[in-house]
Every structure is written in structure tokens, then in C-alpha cells.
């Protein structure tokens, strides 16, 4: 009888890594995987494969450090850059990776309200952008596992409205193993590739993940770190599987169902073609789908963009401002009628340059005896991740030498 309180007790300690885990499943992701599908077939799978392989290490790394000092990537930033200047420097670049995210899940939040009940898209930017600080007040008001709830609930609404899409359409499997060997043809493959990155490697989904784990510590003092370094392990296992899961069904989406269909380089157009396809109930939840998509993500970007700015600058904000501010930039892009699918495949590439920013910090203090002592990375472990960030930096610089013709 003694076993089960302690599989419960296991049970109890997931959740961080799963609220870290919308990242993945943003607007972002949901325009760059439909889109590589719709007009690369199954070419790029191996990218969605790689970067939830990548995605485990770092989130990993990230809860890890969160867990063993008690504190998020910022804050022991904030305390190693000794030059003001670096740490500002470092916080601006983060403010912008913030707002790039941003984009991605207001505009992604936006489509979706005007596809559902045709609201304007700058006014459906605001409405995302205010719920997104209700949303993050459960957290503030109630503590981590209310918010881990909630957010597990869209999960369910995402993993639902999504492969109802993709129901009742036979997978090519030859095609899609074929998927797997990595390969690129042509700029508009390596843009999608770099979108593909940016929105599966999400920077400040690693910032987010190790505030969440820190603040789970100051719940579960009483748990020895082992043991919660290994429920981190099952935490994060478990949330990037399912994670890769649904990335993989948006990607087969646009492969099989929407593949050769005139518009789908669009959400609008993707959930046109759905609805012509297969009924306007399985259109209806795709754009539910999106919606939770974006209101989860939302909530966990504006977590990490005032984790960002604690931890480097130790100041402090309203929400509210805070929100406005960082909101701004994608209600701009609608207002001026920017094609919204492209603003979020671009935030995305946007995204994938802030990466190196967030991961080789990661790297270098979970390798540090110092700050980590007797659990610091194994140097496996570190290779390994740095190998990922080479790869990003690599598709990242072709992507420049392809646009500059260099």
C-alpha cells in the first residue's frame, strides 16, 4: 500500500512542462506546419521531428535549472552579466523575441475570432490581448496548478479540434517516412524550415519553463530533487510527445488534406478549403482549435516576457502595460492589412534568430559546478545541445545567404 502515495505524489509533480509545452502548439506553429505541408508535402517532417527532439533537451535543461537554484534563466542572467549595459542589452533582445511571439498568437488569435464570428481582425488582436491578462491572473491569484489546469483543458480543445481535421484521410506512409531524411529544395523550403525551428525551439518557452519549475519548488520544498528531477523527466517527456504529436498531425493536414488546394498558403484559406472538404463542423474545430491555441500561448508569452524583464533589470510592471505594450506591434500589422498567415510565418523566422540567445546561456550555466553543483549537465548532454544550436545558426545563416544572394 505504501507504493501508491508515491505514484500519486509523482502524479502531482507534473504539469510545468506541459504549460511550457503551448508554446509549441502556438499560431505560429499551426501557419508554419500547415503551410510546409500544403506546398512541400511531406518534405520537411524531419524539421518537425528535429526540433521536439531539440525542444525535450532544452526544456529539460531549462526545468532542471529552475529546480536545482531555485530560479529562472533571467534571473541568473541578471546576476551573471555584472555590465549594465549587457544586461540590458541582453533584456532588449528578449523584450523582442517577446514581442515577435506576440504576433504570432495575437494575429493567430485574431484569424480565429474572425473566422468563428467575423470580428474585425485589429479588434480581435485587442480582445486576445485582454483575455491573455485574465488568463495569466489565474496563475497570479490561484497559484501554478489552477493555471496548469486550465491550460492542460486547451491542450485538450487543441488535440481535438486539430485531428478532427486530419480524421477519415489515409496518410501516405511511404511519403511520410521518406519525410524523415533530412533534405531542403529550394529558399521557400529553408524559410519554412527556420519557421518550423522558431516555432517548435520557442526562446521564451525556455525562459517560461524554468520560472515555472522554480515556482513549483517553492510548492514542493518538502520533495527531495531527485525525485523531482526525475517527475521533470517524465513532465517533459510526456508534454513534448504530445506536443511533436499534434505538430505532425497540422503538418500531415496540410500534406493530405490540403495539398494542391488553390488558397491554403493561408489559415483563412485552409479553413475554406476544410470546410469545402470535410463540413463546417471540422472547420468550426479548426478555428476553435486555433483560438485555444492562442489564448494558452498567449498567457504563457506574457508570463515569460515579465519573467524577462524581472530577472535582467529586476523591475516590475503592470500587467496591463505591460500587455499593451508588447501587444502593439501585431494589432499595427492588422490594422495596416498585412497578410496575417504571412506576419505569422515571419515571426516565426524572427523567432528562430532569438534561439541561440536562450540556448547557449542554457548550456553554459546547467554546465556550471558552480551554479549547479553535483547536477549540472552531463557533458553529453551539453554536446548534444550544442549541436542544436548549431544546427539553428546554420539554417538561420543559409536562410541570410540565400536572401542576400551572398
Do not use: C
Amino acid at each position: 500500500m505504501a507504493v501508491r502515495p508515491n505514484r500519486v505524489a509523482l502524479v502531482s509533480l507534473l504539469g510545468p512542462a506541459f504549460v511550457a509545452g503551448v508554446a509549441y502548439l502556438d499560431p505560429g506553429n499551426v501557419a508554419a506546419n500547415i503551410t510546409a505541408g500544403a506546398q512541400l508535402g511531406f518534405l520537411l517532417v524531419w524539421v518537425v521531428v528535429a526540433g521536439n527532439v531539440i525542444a525535450w533537451l532544452v526544456q529539460y535543461l531549462s526545468a532542471s535549472l529552475g529546480i536545482v537554484t531555485g530560479k529562472s534563466l533571467p534571473e541568473v542572467m541578471g546576476s551573471r552579466i555584472t555590465s549594465r549595459v549587457g544586461r540590458i542589452a541582453y533584456w532588449i533582445q528578449g523584450e523582442l523575441i517577446a514581442m515577435a511571439t506576440d504576433v504570432a498568437e495575437v494575429v493567430g488569435g485574431a484569424i480565429a475570432l474572425y473566422l468563428l464570428w467575423g470580428v474585425p481582425l485589429w479588434a480581435g488582436g485587442l480582445i486576445i490581448g485582454v483575455v491573455s491578462i485574465a488568463l495569466l491572473g489565474v496563475h497570479g491569484r490561484f497559484g501554478a496548478k489552477p493555471f496548469e489546469r486550465l491550460i492542460v483543458l486547451f491542450l485538450v480543445v487543441i488535440a481535438v479540434g486539430f485531428g478532427a481535421s486530419v480524421w477519415g484521410h489515409p496518410v501516405d506512409f511511404a511519403s511520410f517516412t521518406a519525410g524523415l531524411v533530412p533534405r531542403l529544395r529550394g529558399f521557400d523550403s529553408l524559410v519554412l524550415a527556420a519557421a518550423i525551428l522558431g516555432a517548435t525551439v520557442m526562446p521564451h518557452a525556455i525562459y517560461a519553463h524554468s520560472g515555472f519549475a522554480r515556482d513549483r519548488v517553492g510548492v514542493e520544498m518538502d520533495v527531495p530533487l531527485r525525485r523531482l528531477r526525475a517527475a521533470t523527466r517524465i513532465d517533459v517527456t510526456l508534454a513534448l510527445l504530445f506536443a511533436g504529436a499534434v505538430n505532425v498531425v497540422l503538418l500531415v493536414i496540410g500534406a493530405t488534406v490540403l495539398r494542391d488546394q488553390p488558397g491554403t498558403d493561408t489559415l483563412n484559406g485552409a479553413f475554406a478549403a476544410l470546410g469545402s472538404i470535410s463540413g463546417s463542423v471540422v472547420a468550426t474545430l479548426f478555428a476553435v482549435a486555433l483560438l485555444a491555441s492562442s489564448l494558452a500561448s498567449t498567457a504563457v508569452g506574457a508570463y515569460a516576457g515579465a519573467e524577462i524583464m524581472h530577472g535582467l533589470i529586476r523591475r516590475t510592471i503592470r500587467p496591463l502595460v505591460r500587455r499593451a505594450v508588447t501587444v502593439v506591434p501585431a494589432v499595427i500589422i492588422l490594422m495596416l492589412g498585412v497578410e496575417p498567415t504571412a506576419a505569422l510565418i515571419f515571426s516565426q523566422v524572427v523567432l528562430s534568430w532569438g534561439i541561440p540567445f536562450a540556448l547557449i546561456p542554457l548550456i553554459v550555466v546547467t554546465g556550471n559546478r558552480e551554479i549547479m553543483g553535483e547536477q549540472r549537465s552531463h557533458g553529453i548532454v551539453r554536446a548534444l545541445a550544442g549541436v542544436a544550436t548549431a544546427l539553428v545558426i546554420v539554417i538561420n545563416a543559409g536562410l541570410v545567404v540565400v536572401t542576400l544572394g551572398v
